[in-house]
């Protein structure tokens, strides 16, 4: 065999290993992993979004919201995350079974999102949020998603749906009111079903 041919011969044999390495040997560790059932509640997890909340994840991602924001709480050897609040446990891979695709993300130019719907269950809290984020948390460098949101004249009884509690030059007038489009309705969804407080067997325990 001549030095070339040995040349390109380790050459694809370093790439392959390392291919091996990165891919499928991570395949055959997680890409078969299953949802368990935990014993105790007969519930399966991590359990499967609703149709509004799946719907919402495509928002989601239409809209860039994983270039500012996690979705993973780093073990205790790496990070404070837990100490934070983050999450009553770090993740673990199969925390991310249900999600297509996973939003990990890897920058914190915003929150954490992965246990949000623990932080706050309140939906009018979530929707004034992405409406006018400054108004509700002061000094926030979020972009407003107003976009998502339809100004209209009030008839008769004002929405159900309508936004409350709306501040700052954009909240509406006397006889007007602010309500969700779909988008904005599945997009809140998503966000309140983001609660990794469910135990899983190679996870730590919740605390």
């Not at 994840?57 to 780093?74: E, I, L, M, P």
């Not at 993300?105 to 009018?124: E, F, K, Q, Y």
Request: proline share 9%; hydrophobic share 40%; with cysteine.
């Amino acid at each position: 065999m001549s030095k070339l041919a040995q040349l390109v011969f380790g050459v694809f044999a370093v790439f392959a290993i390392a291919w091996w390495g990165v891919v499928g040997y991570s395949y055959l560790q997680l890409g078969r992993m299953q949802p368990v059932l935990d014993e105790n509640t007969g519930e399966v997890n991590p359990p499967p979004f609703s149709g509004l909340a799946a719907a919402g994840q495509q928002v989601y991602a239409a809209n860039g919201c994983v270039s500012c924001h996690t979705q993973q709480v780093r073990s205790g050897a790496f990070s404070t995350d837990v100490e934070k609040k983050l999450g009553p446990r770090p993740t673990v891979a199969r925390d991310y079974l249900r999600d297509a695709p996973a939003f990990l993300g890897h920058l914190r130019i915003g929150p954490d999102l992965t246990n949000v719907g623990l932080r706050s269950s309140d939906p009018n809290w979530f929707h004034a949020h992405l409406y006018e984020p400054q108004t509700v948390t002061p000094g926030s460098n979020m972009p407003s998603y107003r976009y998502l949101y339809r100004m209209r004249r009030i008839a008769g009884q004002p929405s159900i749906e309508a936004v409350t509690g709306l501040k700052g030059p954009y909240a509406p007038q006397a006889g007007y009111e602010v309500v969700p489009t779909e988008q904005a309705r599945v997009l809140v969804a998503y966000l309140l079903s983001l609660k990794r407080n469910y135990p899983l067997p190679e996870a730590e325990p919740l605390q």
